[in-house]
């Protein structure tokens, strides 16, 4: 199945809004333990409804992830989801990166236990599967018993297509970092330094 020479590299899907130590940490877990040469962080667009505004804020989340990713070598950031026209579901965005990479690289899409209970109802998440293997990492909440459970339960070309594997848990949520800034709450040690100064300055999610 996976042999030991293959290129490998990962593809970090996300909402990022804003990052957070928990996506680097997954993305660096990720990176080690299947041995990527990168991970690429594709922050995803908005819904299109509310365009203006919400645009706005795509950039700022993009920029962000740009600060956050800047200072590790094996890191990058792909404007790939930002860029298309119209909506954009991940079987396009993992298509777009099959293509571009060859079928000799194998990806590893990365996500948290929330996220992975949820590809069943990607679009099209047969075609993903044969596009790229999912790398799921435990999240609080979620034991990596419970992950494996899950996975025995899906249809029959799901398995051997998901890996999982446990990373420092840390329970860190945008949603939550959201609302500590609304409290007026620290986010200091949540974020990196770079993202905390970022929010500050442009007065995001007050
Ligand atoms: P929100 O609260 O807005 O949903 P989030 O913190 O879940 O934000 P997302 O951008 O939705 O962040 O998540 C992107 C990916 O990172 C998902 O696959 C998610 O499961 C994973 N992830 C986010 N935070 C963690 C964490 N603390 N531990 C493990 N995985 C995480
Ligand atoms: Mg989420």
Known sequence: MIQANERRIGLMGGTFNPIHLGH??????????????????IPAKEPPHKEHEKLLQAEHRCEMVRLAVESNPYFEVSREELDRQGLSYSVDTVKKFYELFGRATQLYFILGADAMLEITTWKNVDKV??????????????????????????????????????????????????????????????????VEKYIERHKLYR
Not at 24 to 41: M, N, S
């Open 24 to 41: 680097l940490i997954i993305a660096e877990f990720a990176r080690h333990r299947f041995g990527l040469e990168k991970v690429i962080f």
């Open 129 to 194: 599967m044969k596009l790229c293997y999912f790398a799921a990492a435990t999240r609080p909440g979620y034991t990596l018993a419970e992950m494996r459970r899950q996975i025995e339960g899906l249809p029959p070309s799901f398995q051997g297509r998901i890996f999982t594997f446990e990373i420092p848990r840390i329970d860190i949520s945008s949603t939550d970092i959201r609302h500590y800034i609304k409290n007026g709450e620290p986010i200091k040690y949540l974020v990196p330094e770079c």
